[in-house]
T-cell receptor, first 116, second 112 residues
Framework: GAVVSQHPSRVICKSGTSVKIECRSLDFQATTMFWYRQFPKKSLMLMATSNEGSKATYEQGVEKDKFLINHASLTLSTLTVTSAHPEDSSFYIC????????????FGPGTRLLVL | GNSVTQMEGPVTLSEEAFLTINCTYTATGYPSLFWYVQYPGEGLQLLLKATKADDKGSNKGFEATYRKETTSFHLEKGSVQVSDSAVYFCALSNQAGTALIFGKGTTLSVSS
C-alpha cells in the first residue's frame, strides 16, 4: 500500500527558532501533498496544498511567510515553521494523494511540535 | 459550501456492542466519502470509502453506505473490540485532487 512518512515525529524548540518538517511518499509519486494542523480534540484544519514544482496554495488565515512549504520533488514536501512561537505548538500532519484515478489520500503519522 | 457533520463523542461501549457513528454531509455534486481512523499516538488511516450513491464501503468489520437521499454515510460495526478504541473521522472529497474536508471526529472507547 501507499506509505507516507514524516520526520521528525516529535520536536521541541525554543521560541523564535525555525523548524522544518519533512513529508515523504515512500512508494509512490505524489504531485500533490496537503498539510494539516490538528488541535487537541479538534478536527484537522487544512493549512495548504503543496504542488510539485509550483507554489503552495494556502488556506485563508494561514500565513504563508510563517509556514513555508516547498515541494521540491515528487516524493518530498517540507513545511518550515519560521520564528516559531508557543501558539504554533500543535500536531502537524501531511497527506499525499494517491496516483491518478484514486482520490484516496494517505496520511503521514504526524509531527508533534512543542514551542517553549 | 462543503461540510461534514458527525456525532459528538465520546462514545463509550462495552466489548461486542453494536456501534453506529452518524455522519452527514453537505456538498455540491457527487462527492466521494471516507472514514478515517486515528489510533492513539498514530496518524490517520483510511478505514473505508465510497465513491458513488448506494456504494457500501467495508473493512475490518466496519461498514458505511453512501446515502445520497439522506446525505449520510453512517459508520457501523456489529461487534466492537477493545482494539477499536480510536478517533473516527468522516470526510468528503468533492473533486479529485482537492483536500479532504473532515468532520470533527468521534472518540470511541471500548471496554472489556
Amino acid at each position: 500500500g501507499a506509505v507516507v512518512s514524516q520526520h521528525p515525529s516529535r520536536v521541541i524548540c525554543k521560541s523564535g527558532t525555525s523548524v522544518k518538517i519533512e513529508c515523504r511518499s515512500l512508494d509512490f509519486q505524489a504531485t500533490t501533498m496537503f498539510w494539516y494542523r490538528q488541535f487537541p480534540k479538534k478536527s484537522l484544519m487544512l493549512m495548504a496544498t503543496s504542488n510539485e514544482g509550483s507554489k503552495a496554495t494556502y488556506e485563508q488565515g494561514v500565513e504563508k511567510d510563517k509556514f513555508l512549504i516547498n515541494h521540491a520533488s515528487l516524493t518530498l514536501s517540507t513545511l518550515t515553521v519560521t520564528s516559531a512561537h508557543p501558539e504554533d505548538s500543535s500536531f502537524y500532519i501531511c497527506s499525499a494523494r494517491a496516483p491518478r484515478g484514486d482520490e484516496t489520500q494517505y496520511f503521514g503519522p504526524g509531527t508533534r511540535l512543542l514551542v517553549l | 459550501g462543503n461540510s461534514v457533520t458527525q456525532m459528538e463523542g465520546p462514545v463509550t461501549l462495552s466489548e461486542e456492542a453494536f456501534l453506529t457513528i452518524n455522519c452527514t454531509y453537505t456538498a455540491t455534486g457527487y462527492p466521494s466519502l471516507f472514514w478515517y481512523v486515528q489510533y492513539p499516538g498514530e496518524g490517520l488511516q483510511l478505514l473505508l470509502k465510497a465513491t458513488k450513491a448506494d456504494d457500501k464501503g467495508s473493512n475490518k468489520g466496519f461498514e458505511a453506505t453512501y446515502r445520497k437521499e439522506t446525505t449520510s454515510f453512517h459508520l457501523e460495526k456489529g461487534s466492537v473490540q477493545v482494539s477499536d478504541s480510536a478517533v473516527y473521522f468522516c470526510a468528503l472529497s468533492n473533486q479529485a485532487g482537492t483536500a479532504l474536508i473532515f468532520g470533527k471526529g468521534t472518540t470511541l472507547s471500548v471496554s472489556s
